[in-house]
């Protein structure tokens, strides 16, 4: 048989959201670049929920498109309802979540990778990893058992033979690794939405001695929308001033008619359904195998676990504007397709409705991810990256920021530059990645906001001032994007210096004012950041009583008052962050022999070989090290640093 | 919580010598030393004072008492035992005086060094050879593992209880926010804030109890581990009643009414001591009682000073003989108890019969009392002091540590319920309260060796329910 023999850079498997994000990054960044999806028509697939953001979530569709991705641009071009979350809290937990017309949503991310240079898009199933021995190069481990020896990618084939011969791979496989669909006692052997799954692919990964892992999740049922009866529900509408996802969209070209969503609630009689059929649940017979999130529990879990509830919300969300298509957000389910239907009717406006697709839960093979280097390389295999739900997360924002990672730091990797590893107090995509990497994760991951330590510091507000200068740095924004940003920092800067040095007296015009807008009188002096900080005052509401303001952005008027009123606590996290900033800075040798340190406990040294961390700081988070652990390894350290410099000074 | 990276201790043994030398060390060193040390004129001159020059003056609290007369020394990075910017105070070496000045030190911004942290920061700071680094790991590791159980061993029981309880309600209202702001379409704050303040008002009254009984020493259980013992009925419980100041113990006049052990932890002029109630001794056929007995033998064994209690209105006994034994190699002191009850054995009597008994202990004080009339308690006291300041009785080093460390965690976790209770009365928004709720749940996890790890995401899924 003649094989065809191509020869390129990068080539990325899977082209969901953080496949997508991977290979633009390294395209972008000039490399020969190939992504390969079993059908080109399922391109940025939302295969579940019809929306992008929310709480967190919303935050890192913001970091990455500060970084330079691509999700924020995609979805403010194609929403169809937007609304800013917790509005009423504090600005650190404001989230966007904007609700998308799916088909567009892909439609367009395929526009983009179409016509993206260096990107190549390959209809293909990628069956085997190429690779060779490290040996004697770096190789660490000296193992006899080849699959444990260091390794390094060079090339991947597909089901037909075709061999692509290239310098790094990224997985981006999401739930198609051997996928398997339930729905009731009724299984299928596919992907999300009927697609082909990929059944090769673990064997190889398996020969490469990277462990693998079954994990599920699942979706529920669409509805005919000409079938339910909307008057029952509450509408929900969307915000009337809608803020776009990307700091490259203009706010005004995104201000459109929107659409609603429906709130309706499951009832005692939909629980007692659920209740006679649950030994009919694949889940409760004992038939799936891969654990489940708790945090989207199908509802036949959240019958049995929170059997006190009486009522649980149901949301019918619009799949999209050019179909009739409802999703039926809070009840995925994986019972059967009779018992779907009627539990679903037993819910008020859906006591007639027409199931267009069935509920089911879907398992897939992915890996636990402290097999990886924070970089998203895995540690024993050279080139070889993998982002999103392969690395046992979910979420379509957790996969794309996995994926712009992953994607960058192969390409960096690539071109001998230095990799991009964000770290908890610069990001959330910082923190989903340290705790992936980390942690001892048992289920689905998804981002929250209690997993950001320093919250404060990581709104969705000022992503751009945080991570945007990095994203230059790597080559994914213009030299004219990151000169607004200093423009802006500028802005910033110099209103909040203003408003700290200039004084207002106790005079009667301004208690005047202050009395106008029932604010106490001042008994001394103050500065207008002073005033300010009070809780009954704003930037905007003082402009009375200062009249050398600038006309300024509204975006840079929303970081100065930022700055200004929630100082005392933003000071206090930014002083744990200089603490934690010199835990991460003290970096572990690679080749560091944990059996040497005598003084460390059986339990922190086995934690610690299975994770080998790269830092001080990922060492302490690791369960079962503990604090006297982390200074007996500080000490080994300082020891080991010297004997190897007194080496050197030797030679 | 703020991080803290000066540190303190105190680094000369804690016995009573004729100095004691605190240890201040970090880059607020010369601040921290700076607000406690004064000149005889009353000035503040650490800041500005000469590296390495012996400074004469006082050690004063907040409020400007004097704590004691002492030297102090500034030595300027890089030029201390740990490199870093150092404040030594030299005072007069008593514990008490030692423990006072320390706890200063650390209100004035300073924190407790965890073991070895000293000699780590030496090392880290290339001031101790490569040669000790092996040892310094040795010492971090098995001082951390004697502190934690001593902690544990000393916190068994009550004040466990106590904190756990504290925990649990902290991180379900920690949780509840998060629930709330992850999930805000399924739960709702609303009303919340008002909810919240009765809560946090709660907490802070529950833990400035703890701080209060922290002060008398029953949370700080340092020192000196003390038992009653005596037969049946001779006023043992009493004792421990007028030691500890309320009715703990049942007294009756029935014999036996003691029938399990009972533990206080007081405060005698400053010297913790953690006393021991055990059930009186004697031949019985009662089981329960049999039981306490036994206890009481092996409670005896891990004393640091033992208390025997007699009966002076009725005749010494075998019984008397068998629980002499117990203190054989023991601090000791002998109370001849119920003396206006007239007097069958004299203090000569009972020194003949513990020659007999004990013939190498002749130092054993013997005290005339009677508790009914509370006469004789005063000698006794003084009869204690002495023996703790002649360094007769100690209590164990490590164990004063770990119980100040309880004490500082305490304090913080009461800071932090009080940075809640303002942001509330400040009228910030709810996701700010979760901040120190936070800080408080991590402190009270240190006084019971609990880490944090993925608590809260655990108590959100288990006791909300969350959305799609």
Sequence with gaps: MAEIHEKVDVCVIGAGHAGCEAALACARLGLETVIFTVSVDSIALMPCNPNIGGSSKGHLVRELDALGGEMGKNIDKTFIQSKMLNISKGPAVHSLRAQADKADYSREMRKVLENQDHLTIKQAEVCDLLWQDLCGEIDRTESKDPSQRDKKIIGVKTFTGTVYECKAVILCTGTYLRARCLCGESITYTGPNGLQAANYLTDSLKKMGIELRRFKTGTPARMDGRTIDYSKMEEQFGDERIVPFSFSTDPDSVQKEQVSCWLTYTNEETHSVIRANLDRSPIYAGIIEGTGPRYCPSIEDKVVRFAEKERHQVFLEPEGLHTNEMYVGGMSSSLPEDVQLAMYRTVPGLEHCKIVKNAYAIEYDCINARQLYPTLEFKTVKGLFSAGQFNGSSGYEEAASQGLIAGINAAMWILGKKQLVLDRSESYIGVLIDDLVTKDNREPYRMMTSRAEYRLLLRQDNADLRLRKKGYEVGLICQKQYEELLEKEKLIHDEVKRLKDTFVGANQEIQSFLASVESSPLKTAVSLAELICRPELSYTSIAPIDPDRKPLPEQVIEQVEIEIKYEGYILRQQRQVEQFKKMEKKKIPENIDYDDIRSLRIEARQKLKLFRPVSIGQASRISGVSPADISVLLVYLEHYLRDKKETVDEK | ?468
Excluded: W
């Design chain 2, 1 to 468: 919580m703020f991080v803290k990276n000066t540190i303190a201790a105190i680094a000369t043994g804690l016995t009573d010598s004729g100095i004691g030398i605190i240890r201040i060390s970090g880059p607020d060193a010369v601040n921290v030393g700076d607000r406690l040390f004064r000149t005889p004129s009353g000035r503040s001159v650490l800041k500005t004072a000469e590296s390495h020059m012996m400074l004469y003056g006082t050690v004063v609290d907040e409020e400007g008492t004097v704590v004691d007369e002492v030297m102090a020394v500034v030595m300027r990075a890089p030029r201390s035992f740990t490199g870093e910017d150092t404040v030594e105070i030299q005072c007069h070496g008593g514990v008490l005086v030692m423990r006072k000045i320390l706890q200063v030190s650390l209100r004035c911004g300073a924190r407790l060094a965890e073991p070895g942290e000293f000699t780590k920061r030496a090392f880290l700071n290339g001031k101790i050879d490569l040669a000790r680094a092996e040892a310094v790991m040795d010492v971090i590791q098995s001082q951390n593992e004697y502190a934690l159980s001593a902690s544990v061993k000393q916190l068994r029981g009550k004040l466990s209880e106590v904190i756990k309880k504290l925990r649990e309600e902290i991180l379900y209202e920690i949780a509840f926010i998060e629930a709330a702001l992850d999930d805000p379409e399924h739960i709702s704050l609303e009303g919340y804030r008002e909810r919240l303040y009765e809560k946090i008002n709660d907490l802070l009254n529950r833990t400035e109890s703890l701080l209060k009984t922290a002060g008398k020493g029953k949370i700080v259980r340092e020192g000196i581990t003390t038992v009653i013992l005596g037969k049946p009925n001779v006023g043992k419980s009493s004792l421990l009643n007028l030691l500890v100041g309320e009715e703990k113990a049942i007294v009756t006049d029935i014999p036996g009414t003691t029938r399990d052990v009972l533990e206080e932890y007081i405060d005698l002029h400053g010297i913790g001591f953690h006393v021991i109630d055990t059930a009186g001794i004697r031949d019985t056929e009662d089981k329960v009682e049999k039981i306490g007995v036994m206890k009481a033998g092996e409670y005896a064994k891990e004393a640091d000073l033992i208390i025997y209690v007699t009966d002076s209105s009725v005749e010494l006994d075998e019984n008397d003989r068998k629980i002499l034994s117990f203190i054989e190699k023991k601090h000791a002191i002998v109370l001849l108890n119920k003396s206006d009850l007239g007097t069958k054995v004299s203090e000569e009597e009972f020194r003949n019969f513990l020659r007999d008994v004990l013939p190498e202990r002749k130092d054993i004080p013997i005290i005339r009392t009677s508790f009914t009339e509370e006469q004789g308690l005063e000698a006794f006291e003084e009869t204690v002091r002495e023996m703790f300041f002649q360094g007769e009785i100690s209590g164990n080093n490590e164990i004063l540590i770990t119980n100040m460390r309880h004490r500082e965690a305490l304090q913080n976790a009461f800071e932090s319920l009080c940075l809640v209770k303002k942001s509330i009365e400040d009228g910030m928004e709810e996701d700010f309260y979760s901040i120190d709720l936070m800080g408080a749940y991590t402190e009270f996890g240190k006084i019971i060796g609990e880490e944090v790890g993925d608590d809260v995401v655990e108590e959100i899924f288990s006791k909300f329910c969350m959305g799609k």
